[in-house]
């Protein structure tokens, strides 16, 4: 059998008229015409020397053709390389001299900057822009449709995703063929994905969430997707009346909470509601359910394992935790200076171990050893602990961590009891240099509009509630917590933006 992720989502497609993809402006994809755009594609790629094993970097707008674009880079063998429209041709520059990618595909408005940078690294541009114009469409309107799938290994490379990274440089993501293929058939069973499903997809595909989690698990569930550009409260509770699953960041759930058209009736049609990628509040998940009757479900994963725990389909989804280990996925919690696995309830080091897990980091073998345990589990960086009942909770990531005074402070624990407190919308606690206590514990708050609260009250009310080291030296008041994309809280700006705060 080819192992090829493309194979796995489409050999056995029993018939191609099935709806894959409906658009905005009410364009409907099938499953027979997104293989066949892609198997274009694909011919388009191997035309302009995309050999298997080589990469394909995409910085291009969210769009079907965007999409059949990743369908036609697994069918060539080739290595997608999708990267976050929002970069800037300087941040381009180390994605594309790192990857070394065969092709570049970016939008037309960015081609002559591209080119420059591809040059380095002799690889060929074409463009694609949010329309569907370009040369690679043009291109593929001449090609044939039909295409022989490149066999793969299940070993070999299908994807590379670039972390973020908040410090140092961004680190290459290298997913095979088999850890998609897992994880998407995982998923599937898990959330009873069937062909009934239809997925509101506001998620960007740029990203292990909107492009493995939300696409890969629909097609393979030969469901259908609505496909919308951005997240749009609006548009989405309208869509709900027609859809039965949304995938999102809290951010997305925050919002449509903040739409008075979000009730039990507008939500009526649904039958799941996922969230993940950042923590979702215990507080939001609460809200959720009163207001619609639906539990959100939360789970857990990253760019480098896809998902690794998801709260149960049937049973009880518990809001603040990320739920139970998936089927083949083996999560431990360890001391994070000796790697000693510690009991359940413990707090530490995440660590996991399984088909979902990456190969390593794209020309960085130090990185990737030191991210792993001689017996294979993948250091995630996440803290958190297992409780009894073997649902994983997060309590932060380890460069969250704080250490003031010696103590170690897990943020999270601070953020509860904040976000706990009448008036409270959200908080971030972050540790900034402290000229006595190495760090100071430091709290940034958001409130309800008109709440009129102060750092006195708030320290007052936490007093009994935390113990001393871990009180907050200062707290913040702020309208909003700054964000990326996916809807986790950039820390890494609070803390250069109150880094002087105990200065004397
Ligand atoms: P990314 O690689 O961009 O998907 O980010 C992965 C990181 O997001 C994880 O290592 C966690 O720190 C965080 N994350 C993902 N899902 C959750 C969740 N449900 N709750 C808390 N943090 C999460």
């Not at 998620?203 to 292990?208: E, N, R, V």
């Not at 509770?237 to 979000?262: C, D, K, S």
């Not at 083996?330 to 413990?346: F, I, K, N, W, Y």
């Not at 760090?439 to 006195?456: L, N, R, S, W």
């Amino acid at each position: 059998m080819n192992a090829n992720l493309f194979s796995r989502l489409f050999d056995d497609l029993d018939d191609a008229d099935r709806l894959a993809i409906e658009t905005q402006d009410g364009r409907r994809v099938t499953y027979g015409d997104l293989i066949a755009f892609s198997g274009r594609l694909a011919n388009v790629l191997a035309a302009s020397g995309v050999r298997p094993g080589d990469r394909v970097a995409v910085q291009v707008e969210k769009s079907v053709p965007g999409l059949a674009l990743y369908l036609a880079a697994l069918r060539a063998g080739a290595v997608y390389l999708p990267l976050n429209p929002a970069y800037t041709l300087n941040e381009l520059d180390y994605f594309i001299t790192d990857a070394a990618p065969a092709v570049v595909v970016c939008d037309p408005l960015k081609a002559e900057g591209v080119k420059i940078i591809a040059a380095k690294v002799g690889a060929g541009v074409e463009t694609l822009g949010a329309g569907g114009n370009g040369s690679l469409t043009e291109a593929a309107m001449a090609a044939r449709p039909e295409f022989i799938t490149v066999a793969r290994a299940q070993d070999d490379l299908a994807a590379i995703l670039y972390t973020s990274g908040t410090t140092g440089r961004s680190k290459g993501t290298m997913l095979t063929h088999d850890n998609l293929a897992s994880n998407a058939s995982s998923l599937v069973d898990c959330w009873r994905f069937t062909d009934k499903d239809v997925l509101i997809h506001a998620l960007p595909i740029y990203h292990t969430h909107g492009l493995f989690v939300a696409s890969n698990v629909t097609l393979l569930a030969r469901a259908s997707m609505i496909f919308l550009p951005k997240f749009d409260a609006d548009i989405v509770i309208g869509l709900m009346a027609r859809a039965t699953v949304l995938m999102g960041v809290p951010t997305f759930y925050t919002r449509l909470l903040q739409n008075p058209a979000l009730t039990h009736e507008s939500t009526s049609h649904m039958r799941l509601f996922i969230s993940g990628s950042a923590p979702l509040l215990a507080e939001t998940h609460r809200e959720w359910s009163a207001r619609t009757g639906h539990a959100v479900l939360e789970r857990y994963g990253m760019t480098e394992t896809g998902m690794n725990t998801s709260n149960p389909y049937d049973g009880d989804r518990v809001p603040g935790a990320v739920g139970l280990p998936l089927p083949g996925v083996s999560v431990r919690v360890t001391d994070p200076e000796t790697g000693t696995e510690l009991p359940r309830e413990a707090i530490g080091m995440i660590e996991v171990k399984g088909p979902n897990v990456f190969k390593g980091y794209w020309r960085m073998p130090e990185k990737t050893r030191a991210e792993f345990r001689g017996d294979g589990f993948f250091i995630t960086g996440d803290l958190g602990k297992m409780d009894e009942q073997d649902y994983v909770h997060i309590l932060g990531r380890s460069t969250d961590l704080v250490i003031t005074g010696g103590l170690n402070v897990y943020p999270k624990e601070v953020e509860s009891e904040i976000d706990a407190l009448p008036g409270v919308v959200e908080s971030a606690v972050m540790g900034v240099p402290h000229p006595d206590f190495g760090e100071g514990i430091t709290a940034v708050v958001v409130c309800d509009k008109g709440a009129d609260i102060t750092e006195a009250e708030v320290l007052d009310a936490l007093k009994d509630r935390l113990a001393k080291f871990k009180m907050p030296k200062r707290v913040i008041f702020v309208d909003e917590l700054p964000r990326n994309a996916m809807g986790k809280v950039q820390k890494n700006i609070l803390r250069v933006t109150y880094a002087d705060i105990y200065s004397p």
